[in-house]
């Protein structure tokens, strides 16, 4: 899987934006980005994954560049629930149904009143 | 639908004891992961079940770990002796698998394990 790298730590103001950057830049063309984020105490939870369209859910936006080699994870509006680490994953998508995640140390997110 | 559920949440032994984690993944998903997140770290995987089948134990010490899944369904992960090393939280991931199409990973709270 190809690695990534995240900034240790980020600030965000409550109710503003956040954006996390990951940077993948020896990403293969069959590999996924996924994101997941773990709040203190508790299992990680998944946020989104993409292959090479940017995606959106109810949680979060995902921006991947055009050369697949950075994205970028948007929470809109970062409310204090969302202070936590977040993972930036690469994985291949073996196409059998079977895949295994490879974590990093993460962004840890601290969102500010 | 209930989440993925672990027991115990907490678990404090002397170095060489035996200690056993139980896991209950989400109902019909055949797809069970272990792993250990050492404090600081990002989770690392330890073992793969397909239904009551390996799929990979490559990084889980053979040695003094182990783990099944019976029937396909619960799993349970023992550590024998255990080591300083191995104070830790063990969290539990199911996914339901399908073919040609990839689901996410659905993770229990874990269980955290002191060793002194």
């Known amino acids: 899987d190809a690695k990534t790298t995240q900034p240790p730590s980020m600030d965000c103001a409550e109710g503003r934006a956040a954006n996390l950057p990951c940077n993948h830049s020896t990403i293969s063309g069959n590999e996924y980005v996924y994101w997941y984020r773990q709040i203190h105490s508790q299992g990680p939870q998944y946020i989104i994954h993409g292959l090479k369209n940017n995606e959106t859910n109810e949680m979060a936006s995902l921006i991947i560049t055009e050369d697949r080699k950075s994205s970028t994870l948007i929470l809109p509006h970062a409310t204090l629930r969302d202070t936590a680490v977040y993972y930036c994953?690469?994985?291949?998508?073996?196409?059998?149904?079977?895949?295994?995640?490879?974590f990093g140390k993460g962004t840890k997110l601290s969102v500010i009143p | 639908e209930a989440g993925v559920a672990q027991s115990p949440r907490y678990k404090i032994i002397e170095k060489r004891q035996s200690v056993a984690f139980w896991c209950n993944p989400i109902s019909g998903h055949a797809t069970l992961y272990w792993y250990q997140q050492i404090l600081g770290q990002g989770p690392k995987l330890l073992i793969q079940f397909q239904n009551n089948g390996v799929v990979d134990d490559s990084q889980l010490p053979k040695d003094r770990f182990s783990a099944e899944r019976l029937k396909g369904v619960d799993s349970t992960l023992k550590i024998q002796p255990a080591k300083l090393e191995d104070s830790a939280v063990y969290l539990c991931?199911?996914?339901?698998?399908?073919?040609?199409?990839?689901?996410?990973?659905?993770f229990g709270p874990g269980t955290r394990l002191t060793v002194t």
């Open positions: 994953i690469v994985r291949v998508n073996s196409g059998a149904g079977s895949y295994q995640l490879t």
């Open positions: 991931a199911s996914r339901r698998a399908y073919r040609g199409v990839s689901y996410e990973q659905y």
